[in-house]
């Protein structure tokens, strides 16, 4: 086998022993690498500073599990909102679906937060100290030595470092900045379970980015897996045109034809942050990064040759077919998949829209329906009040001017003055009211729930409305 040829019966990050065979992937420039670029410092900047970003006063994305409750831009969730979050997930599924179903593994290239932090982030830095691809690979082969000592201490410093930030950036999002920055001036123990998560998250991302990288995404993630199922022949691929590149240099062109642009310099190879071929066709291992297409383009361009050998394309493409686009919405599949988003984000939109804040639930008591006293008659309810926002809220209950006046009157019993985020209290309510008011036995009157907020100031003043329906005597 050709030295630089990769082995065809296994991963070409693990030798014949099943052994890994760290990569040294070099720098690439390009067009793609620049978008790339921008985008992952847009990506970072969101996970950085997000849980800053506040809304109406509070942090604007928030997963409280201590408390159980959510933050998601200004929608709050509590714990029995759980079926929410069926459309919250159902619509990212079905993006992921979409997305993949259209533009490949533009997820996994692009997006995910492995890619972004070990191609834009640690490499970088272990670039700065540790010199190009040729050089890490020589300074890895040496004896341990002073430059080599100091190179390797000054590297792990910079990356735990950086696994600190983003394991104290991602519990942001779920004890909140206010309280992160509490803990981070009290001792660890007297904040054991929070430290033990942003612990155990920074050893990951230290131990992921800084050493384990590509076997995450070839053995480990399982949506590299996964992908086969949402994509199909018509999904974007990176592929290489082997009908334009093939025959290669130095393999013997079968006469009449004519040597193809593919100069067989292997940079697409050295480039692949997953160490593989592509010109071998679409593999499992492939990222989509677009590395190997920067890559072959500068070679092209080298080699006064059209760019594109290895492009953005469809599966046709690298199967050595001709490639041909179909526009995403002359598929079905596309359009099944927005259906889905849009009944999903439909869905989110009309719950939200029908929560109220301060949740309301009346039950009639188990007694009699009602009771006809001297002064009039009584409904009895058990009442069930939440306060679903995040501030405390004192709430108050009447009725209109017009229904005092005719002698509505409400009693409640067991009712708290300020009702605390998200907890429940049980009140009994009693309305009497004189016989006049009912038609037929019955009666709906309005009863005006007013809540006005504790923090922040100025004090926010929410003002519901909550039918009651009333049963008497029917003369
Ligand atoms: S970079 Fe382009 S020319 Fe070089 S080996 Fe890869 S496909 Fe061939
Ligand atoms: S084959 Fe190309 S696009 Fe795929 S992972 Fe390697 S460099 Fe990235």
Redesign the pocket.
Known sequence: MNPRELPTDRLSTTDARGHRIYLY?TDVRGHWKKLRTRLSIGLIAVFLFLPWARIGGHQAVLFDLPRRRFALFGLTFWAHDTPLLFFVLGGAAITIAFTTAIWGRVWC?WACPQTVFVEHVFRRIERWIEGDALARKKLDGQPLSFVKVFKKSLKWSAFTALSLIIGHSFLAYFVGVEDLRQMMTQPPLENLASFLVMAAVSLVVLFDFGWFREQFCTVVCPYGRFQSVLMDHQSAV?AYDAKRGEPRRGTAAPEGTQAGDCVDCHR??L????????RRGV?L?????????D?CDDVMRRTKKPEGL?RYANQALSEGRTETWTPWYQRARAWVYLALLVTCGGGLYWATAHRSPIEITLIRGIEAPYQVTPSGIINHFKMDVRNQTFTDQSVSFSVSPELQQKGVKLIISHHKDTLKTGEPERADLFITYPKEILTFGKAVITIEVTAIASDPSPHLELHLNQEVHLVGPLQ
């Open positions: 992937p290239g990176i697409c190879v480039v692949c942050p997953t160490g593989i071929d592509i593999q291992e492939c990222i989509a990064c677009t590395a190997c297409v890559a290895i």
